[in-house]
């Protein structure tokens, strides 16, 4: 059987897909309505890597250049994205790159996000299927390359809070049990 699962699962590894058995369920973190007029559009696969978890954007070279506003994690959806699935930073991760919405649905707090941040539920990489830009909004299908959900679509949203973008909330088909 599968079950519907949160970021609890990819972060969690073993231990959350364990807890999934039983019949279908349907869990979802908080879901940002979607404008059905995108004022900004954009369809894109990209692969995001990380070779080294102590740092938050490392691992990818955009060819240099580009403005030093837009080069931090959180600044733009891509790297809010990638920063959050390969970062394993809990400061990073839980403490900039996720809505309190979040971290309540998905963690419960930010005390259990952080506990979530193990080397073995951190993909070394993550393919962008699909990305979305709505003004505030961004809606995502990013698949992981390693750890526990590895190959796994999961939807996500993105709000721009302030100066960054923060994952809002999360959504994979994962199936349970070992």
């Known amino acids: 059987m599968r079950a519907l699962v949160t970021i609890a699962a990819l972060i969690a590894a073993l231990a959350a897909l364990a807890g999934c058995g039983g019949d279908d369920e349907t869990t979802t973190a908080a879901q940002s309505a979607t404008s059905t007029t995108a004022a900004e559009s ?82 070394k990489s993550i393919d962008i299927k699909e990305i979305e830009i709505d003004g505030e909004t961004t809606e995502a299908v990013v698949v992981p390359d390693g750890g526990p959900n590895d190959g796994f679509e999961h939807e996500v949203v ?21």
Do not use: K, M, N
């Not at 394993?88 to 259990?112: F, H, I, M, N, W």
């Not at 709000?159 to 199936?175: F, R």
């Open 158 to 178: 993105l709000v721009h809070e302030g100066d960054a973008w923060q994952v809002d909330s999360l959504e994979a088909d994962i199936p349970a049990g070992p």
């Open 42 to 123: 954009t369809t894109t696969s990209t692969e995001a890597t990380t070779d080294d978890p102590s740092d938050p954007g490392g691992g990818t070279d955009d060819g240099g250049g580009g403005g030093e506003a837009s080069s931090g994690p959180g600044s733009d959806p891509e790297s809010a994205l990638e920063a959050f699935f390969t970062s394993g930073d809990p400061d990073l991760v839980c403490g900039e790159l996720a809505t309190q919405e979040l971290l309540a649905s998905a963690y419960g707090d930010e005390r259990g996000c952080r506990q979530a941040q193990v080397p073995a539920a951190i993909p």
